[in-house]
């Protein structure tokens, strides 16, 4: 069946410190690749996503490329910020008569001053 | 346009008893999603509405729980009764149908606490 692995949380960084968060999956087919992000009291949000090969999603200064040769959609950003402060969830879609999305366990990012 | 939006947001109940959670889905949205998070486990789908009919309940986890969406627009979602290990938070979300519909729109959940 289908899966998604990130690494684990939480992930404490200073502001404008790079930030890398691995995510790598299992799927059958084609699959599209999404990270959303939960802030605080809120409900999850698409941040980006990626829909082939080669894709690079991009959004709010973050960014992540489909890498099918090493199944992976790693979500990059160069400077954080106290904002970014949310759980990230690398999640795929695989079609195939199916509409479920299927997530990794969630990245808690905490970002101080 | 309004989101996604579920009710309570909030539900603590003792096990054995009742709950039942509701989500109102974007206006014209013909999916509707169940999701649930267990405490630091994965989000896990649960079921899928096209309209007033389930697509697929694949990831309903027992005959405790049962989901309708009378007339295509809000679904319900009923713990009957209720057991420790359904605490979680329940998501919903919504999508259009059409070529993306596997973007879907998250409401803010509703935490499940069962004591």
């Known amino acids: 069946g289908n899966s998604v692995t990130q690494m684990e949380g939480p992930v404490t960084l200073s502001e404008e410190a790079f930030l890398t968060i691995n995510c790598t999956y299992t799927?059958?087919?084609?699959?599209?690749l999404f990270w959303y992000v939960q802030y605080p009291g809120e409900g999850l949000q698409l941040l980006l996503k990626?829909?082939?090969?080669?894709d690079k999603g991009s959004n709010k200064g973050f960014e992540a490329t489909y890498r099918k040769e090493t199944t992976s959609f790693h979500l990059e950003k160069g400077s954080v910020q106290v904002s970014d402060s949310a759980v990230y969830f690398c999640?795929?879609?695989?079609?195939?008569?199916?509409?479920?999305?299927?997530f990794g366990k969630g990245t808690k990012l905490s970002v101080i001053p | 346009e309004a989101g996604v939006t579920q009710f309570p947001s909030h539900s603590v109940i003792e096990k054995g008893q009742t709950v039942t959670l509701r989500c109102d889905p974007i206006?014209?949205?013909?999916?509707l999603y169940w999701y649930r998070r267990v405490m630091g486990k994965e989000i896990k789908f649960l079921l899928h509405?096209?309209?007033?009919?389930?697509?697929?309940e694949s990831g309903m986890p027992n005959n405790r729980f049962l989901a309708e969406r009378t007339g295509g627009t809000y679904s319900t979602l009923k713990v009957q009764p209720a057991e420790l290990e359904d605490s979680g938070v329940y998501f919903c979300?919504?999508?259009?149908?059409?070529?993306?519909?596997?973007?879907?729109?998250f409401g803010p959940g509703t935490r499940l606490t069962v004591t």
């Open positions: 999640a795929l879609y695989s079609g195939a008569g199916s509409y479920q999305l299927t």
């Open positions: 990626a829909t082939k090969a080669d």
């Open positions: 509405f096209v309209k007033e009919s389930k697509q697929d």
């Open positions: 799927a059958t087919g084609y699959p599209s």
């Open positions: 206006s014209g949205h013909d999916n």
């Open positions: 979300a919504s999508s259009p149908l059409g070529a993306e519909d596997y973007e879907q729109y």
